[in-house]
């Protein structure tokens, strides 16, 4: 979520794509986003700048711009010589930020600037058929739903061995793995490792324990192990050898770790609102559970511990609908 520059340099994060299938995640320079942005209603070449962003879509160059409104506003302040696509990864919500009124600011103008963009842009996709409806109740428009892809011979070719070093631990643990952010709800995690103290618990995450711990107040508990910086192998080795994946986020537009862990033949379990919601009832995999109970959230881990069968219905669903050879024809 961006805004003008004030003070010292800010880096923010944005998706580009990157290959036929990849994602590249690039950092941006906010003064520099601004000042090509403005310098760009002049100079016809400023969107040389940016490869990261190029792609061929039915032999023609194109700018494929994922989540950054800056990026859609650069591109839309540029004579349209270079044909661009955006992408709408999500969307943020108030009501989680109550304790950061600037988190509130800045999630109601991304939010307005996102409507912009999928509005300004001659080809726009969202990534869940809520944010779809979300979309047309504000603009009118119903863009396509290219949900997020999997990569299948990554998970085929990888097994549990390598965590299993890493960590010391057997099979039969439970895993969150994801940012460490307000919104994905770690702290829910680790009250449910303090419920279930007999099964272990693992965390994977991109940011340091003494980070987490000032985030997530209160003792934590033996049974939880902590891991940060893992190499993606090993991350989609802990995947592997986890018994049930749970998601804990306060919203999710369409969750990533949930097909990644069926892709492994893993039961999951979510919180029964849109990403989640959408990729569970659709695969049948997991169980969605209550996020306004924890007694919910502990009954539906329970349940998943129980029916590791369901592994194999989410495994069939991710091959079939999200797999990123299969989701490549999508704007053909």
């Not at 310098?39 to 039915?58: C, D, H, K, Q, V």
């Not at 696509?85 to 999630?107: A, C, K, N, Q, Y």
């Amino acid at each position: 979520m961006a805004k003008r520059p004030g003070g010292g340099a800010r880096f923010l994060l944005s998706i580009a794509a990157h290959s036929r299938h990849a994602l590249h995640v690039a950092p941006e320079l906010e003064e520099l986003v601004w000042g090509l942005r403005w310098a760009g209603r002049r100079n016809r070449a400023i969107p040389y700048l940016y490869p990261g962003f190029e792609r061929i879509l039915r032999r023609h160059r194109v700018a494929h711009i994922h989540r950054s409104v800056v990026y859609a506003q650069v591109l839309g302040s540029l004579p349209r010589f270079l044909p661009w696509i955006f992408t709408l990864h999500g969307i943020g919500f108030e009501e989680h930020w109550s304790h950061r009124p600037d988190m509130v600011r800045d999630i109601r103008e991304y939010n307005e600037a996102a409507m912009r963009a999928v509005q300004a842009a001659p080809r726009s996709t969202v990534v869940a058929r809520w944010l779809r409806d979300y979309v047309a109740e504000r603009t009118g428009l119903s863009p396509a739903v290219t949900p997020p892809g999997i990569d299948l011979e990554e998970f085929v070719r990888t097994g549990p061995e390598a965590f299993f070093r890493t960590s010391g631990l057997a099979p039969g643990f439970l895993l969150w793995v994801g940012r460490l952010a307000h919104e994905k709800g770690l702290d829910a995690f680790v009250g449910l490792a303090r419920q279930i103290p007999d099964r272990p618990f693992v965390v994977v995450t991109d940011r340091p324990q003494r980070e987490a711990i000032q985030e997530v107040k209160g003792p934590w508990p033996a049974n939880l192990r902590y891991f940060s910086g893992l190499p993606r192998a090993t991350v989609v080795s802990a995947f592997q050898g986890c018994s049930v994946h749970v998601s804990t986020s306060l919203y999710e537009s369409a969750s990533t770790t949930l097909p990644e862990a069926m892709a492994c033949g893993k039961p999951v379990v979510g919180p029964d609102l849109f990403g989640p919601r959408e990729i569970i009832q659709d695969s049948a995999g997991g169980y969605l559970y209550d996020p306004s109970s924890d007694e919910d959230l502990e009954r539906q881990v329970l349940r998943a511990l129980d029916h590791p069968e369901l592994g194999a219905r989410g495994r069939e669903v991710v091959s079939e609908h999200r797999d990123w050879k299969k989701l490549e024809g999508v704007f053909d």
